[in-house]
């Protein structure tokens, strides 16, 4: 059964740069029509997509937040990491990664991770 | 940029009944969209994809309609388990064009 991880501070200080990790196990990160994503759900609010990336590397980001994000990838670890820079206190939100199924004609969320909150606050 | 807008916000019904929720895009997004289910501190869980697909593993109560900009997403007989807030989701993946998902606001389902 696919698992999927977050790790990273809970706490962020504003201006500073945001770091999450998802750890994938029970699967390769390297198959096949599957992109790797991150999506964020303020306290109370609803769910916004952050980006994701395929494991060759490359990526798609939402227009919104592209000029403070960076998902990367590492294969060998079985891992992809979030960088959001300049972090504000509306950066506060569970972060989620999840696998989704992309193809010609589907792209879904099937597998997501637990969640972690992270909270920007001097 | 698409928008995706859902109704209603919130309902009650009783357990049995028939729930019916409305999710409707700003533009033709064909059979691109998607349903999850999101339970008080969990992650959300895919219920629904490509309008009418149920998930592998889904109750069978649960099902999607719609193409286009309209869609619904019906829950035939509600039972205390699906308490929940359930949420489209929109995806833009066509070339030229770099991807893009929105989700719905969300719609809090409780038992009256």
């Known amino acids: 059964q696919l698992q999927l991880q977050e790790s990273g501070p809970g706490l962020v200080k504003p201006s500073e740069t945001l770091s999450l990790t998802c750890t994938v196990s029970g699967g390769s990160i390297s198959s096949s029509s599957y992109y790797w994503g991150w999506i964020r759900q303020p306290p109370g609010k609803g769910l916004e997509w952050i980006g994701s990336i395929y494991y060759s590397g490359s990526t798609y980001y939402n227009p919104s937040l592209k000029s403070r994000v960076t998902i990367s990838v590492d294969t060998s670890k079985n891992q992809f990491s979030l960088k959001l820079s300049s972090v504000t206190a509306a950066d506060t939100a569970v972060y989620y990664c999840?696998?989704?199924?992309?193809?010609?004609?589907?792209?879904?969320?099937?597998?997501w991770g637990q969640g972690t909150l992270v909270t920007v606050s001097s | 940029d698409i928008q995706m807008t859902q109704s209603p916000s919130s309902l009650s019904a009783s357990v049995g009944d028939r729930v019916t929720i409305t999710c409707q895009a700003s533009q033709d997004i064909s059979n691109y969209l998607n349903w999850y289910q999101q339970k008080p501190g969990k992650a959300p869980k895919l219920l629904i994809y490509d309008a009418s697909n149920l998930e592998t593993g889904v109750p069978s109560r649960f099902s999607g309609s719609g193409s286009g900009t309209d869609f619904t997403f019906t829950i035939s007989s509600l039972q205390p388990e699906d308490i929940a807030t359930y949420y489209c989701?929109?995806?833009?993946?066509?070339?030229?064009?770099?991807?893009?998902?929105?989700f719905g606001p969300g719609t809090k389902v409780d038992i009256k």
């Open positions: 999840a696998r989704h199924m992309t193809t010609v004609v589907t792209d879904h969320f099937d597998y």
């Open positions: 989701q929109q995806y833009d993946n066509l070339p030229p064009k770099s991807p893009l998902f929105t």
